[in-house]
């Protein structure tokens, strides 16, 4: 499998999740909880999404 198939499929499985939520809650609830997230801060630190600076 190519590396542009795998991003394709990630991509679509994505879009098939936010559409399901979206049925299950709506697009307000939806809203609501993003901005309840945005204002915890996003992504804890040390995640491991982020590389980290001057690691060898």
Known sequence: MKQT???EFTS???KRS???RL???GLER???IAR???KLGG???GSG???KKGGK
């Open 36 to 38: 309840e997230n945005g």
């Open 49 to 51: 999404k982020k590389a």
């Open 12 to 14: 679509w499985l994505g």
């Open 23 to 25: 049925k299950r809650f």
């Open 30 to 32: 939806l809203q609501e």
């Open 18 to 20: 936010y559409k399901a």
């Open 5 to 7: 198939e795998i991003q």
């Open 43 to 45: 992504r804890p630190q």
